[in-house]
């Protein structure tokens, strides 16, 4: 009878795991394919992971497992792992997403990048320069230059300067990114446990989307990590080597997303200064928080220069001279909301557990007097949004992206807890196999999104290829995408030079194309509207049927 009772208790427990494996991936499928994500998806995943949690009177041994997977991997060749990271964040974002950006904060980016492998700040503007406006890419009197600071495109700079598609230099942050990770926990957890953070991160699909494609946050992130793996050697070195690399990362990072890095300088400050305060005074720690701080003021200088030779100011940034600025202001009814939708966001895009469990965990570490000041990224990063009002990512750009630099250190914190709880406890192990469940689940079916999404989005591509048209300009009359949407201007995506383009893509400017004609006289001109691509006459006049 015991051996009967045993046999159902593991078949229930699987039938759980299998039912919760099945109805996350449809759910968040369906929620997505039908309609917005809603805060649903997350009560419904913390009522799924209460019920295991709570439910669940033998959770596997978690140790056990980790132990398991340790001896594999010490039987593995050093390189095996970092190379199958990069081999899949290559498979992910060319083949499986087409190496089409969803965003044209992303587009700017590589238009940026083309500019610098030119030799050029900034190029001329296109002809019929309505036709051809981006939303960051800007057209600003005659010439074609980026909002954005130049970090990020400057490192892809010579990748397109040699004709390699950029979509390959993400991954490269990305393994970076978890190799310094790896190494940030191991100063702080055992073999296990820094094992189990790295699974955590790795299975995330808010990391594994954000950190394998173009945005910003990629480069970033690993320029984050590694501030504070050299701020920890340098806090207990007081060595101006490691201060210096400190300085430099967060240079790097600053130049990319300054707000960012801003967040990461006051807990890294905050641990170099405060124990000099309470101690003995060190003139090697004071020497070192000098070599810091030089070699950060070194990019402020570089990124002053570069506005002022676009700008002519030193004190204009290139947004402000474009006429938009950061939003950046006091505290709002709205920019607390934007922080509660990110949340939100991030327990879809990763697990509801990790997200509810984190403020629990943290409480964990204090009252362990274990906490150290990666623990306060996480929180220093909700904090200063609150005064950021703009909403920073939704799950339809790959979760709240404001937040996805100091994503890593909230799985730190988390785990850090769990080693301060132990393993041994129950609930511990249900919250982990929930947690890992959900979002392995939930990864599966974003993958399944997200090439839908991609696919249909490419449609006019696809319909210039499918007729394999030459020397034409195809007048995009209607927004492309069934489950992501990106409207005329965001498919105007030609490159630099319009001319060495075999088919030019413009925006509708309701004047049946003839100031496109005038421009490009000797290309045959199409139009596209949803699942069609139709060609215009050169007759064709304003008002007629066949024109726009």
């Known amino acids: 009878m015991r051996s009967l009772v045993t046999n159902i208790d593991h078949m229930w427990r699987f039938a759980v795991l299998a039912a919760l494996a099945i109805i996350c991936p449809w759910l968040t499928y369906s929620t997505l394919f039908t309609g917005k994500p809603s805060v649903a998806l997350s009560v419904l995943g913390l009522v799924v992971s209460a019920v295991i949690i ?24 050093v390189a095996a792992i970092p190379l199958a990271l990069l081999l899949s964040g290559w498979l992910l974002a060319g083949p499986w997403l087409m190496g089409i950006p969803i965003s044209d904060d992303v587009y700017a980016v590589m238009m ?51 004709k390699i598609p950029l979509w390959v230099v993400p991954p490269f942050f990305a393994v970076g990114s978890v190799i310094i990770f790896w190494k940030i926990a191991r100063l702080r957890l055992d073999r296990e446990f820094s094992i189990l953070a790295t699974i955590l991160l790795c299975t995330s699909m808010f990391f594994v989307f954000n950190a394998n494609t173009l945005y910003t946050h990629s480069p970033a992130t690993f320029f984050g990590l590694a501030s504070v793996y050299a701020a920890q050697k340098w806090r207990a070195t007081d060595s101006i080597k490691w201060a210096l690399i400190t300085g430099a990362m967060i240079g790097g990072m600053g130049i990319i997303r300054p707000f960012n890095a801003a967040v990461f300088i006051v807990p890294i400050a905050a641990s170099i200064i405060f124990p000099m305060l309470r101690k003995n005074f060190s003139m090697a720690r004071l020497f070192s928080i000098g070599a810091f701080g030089f070699t950060g003021f070194l990019f402020v200088i570089g990124l002053v220069i570069y506005q002022t030779m676009v700008t002519g100011s030193p004190f204009i940034t290139i947004p402000e001279w474009m006429g938009w600025s950061e939003p950046i202001a006091a505290a709002s009814p709205s920019s607390f909301m934007f922080s509660i939708k990110r949340l939100v966001y991030l327990s879809i895009t990763t697990s509801p557990v990790l997200v509810a469990g984190s403020a629990v965990m943290l409480f964990a570490l204090w009252r362990a007097h274990q906490l150290d000041f990666p623990d306060a990224i996480f929180p220093a990063t909700i904090v200063a949004f609150l005064f950021y009002g703009a909403d920073g990512g939704t799950p339809y750009s790959y979760g ?20 301060v709880i132990g393993l041994d406890n129950r609930f511990a192990r249900a919250s982990i196999v929930s947690a890992l469940v959900l979002q392995i689940s939930g990864l599966m079916s974003w993958l399944v999104f997200e090439r839908a999404a991609i696919y249909s989005i490419a449609e006019p591509y ?45 925006d509708n400017l309701l004047d049946c194309g003839e100031s496109l004609r005038r421009a490009f006289p000797t290309r045959s001109l199409w139009r596209y509207q949803t699942g069609t691509l139709r060609k215009i006459s050169p007759s064709a006049v304003k008002g007629s049927e066949e024109c726009f």
């Open 54 to 77: 709570f439910t669940w009177r033998s959770p596997p041994n978690i140790e056990k497992l980790l132990v398991n997977i340790d001896l594999r991997m010490q039987r593995l060749n």
């Open 112 to 162: 940026q990048a083309e500019t610098f492998a030119q030799g050029k700040l900034y190029v001329s503007a296109p002809p019929v320069p309505d036709a051809f406006k981006h939303a960051r890419f800007v057209i600003t009197g005659d010439i074609w230059i980026s909002q954005y600071l130049p970090g990020w495109a400057l490192i892809l700079a010579p990748f397109a300067w040699l």
């Open 462 to 506: 696809r319909l210039v290829r499918s007729l394999n048209l030459e020397h034409a300009l195809v007048v995009l009359d209607s927004p492309s995408g069934k489950y992501r949407t990106l409207y005329p201007r965001d498919l105007t995506r030609n490159g630099l030079d319009l001319n060495k383009r075999s088919v030019v893509y413009a």
């Open 400 to 419: 709240p992206r404001y937040l996805f630099e100091a994503f890593p250190f909230l799985i730190l914190s988390i785990v850090a807890g769990l080693s």
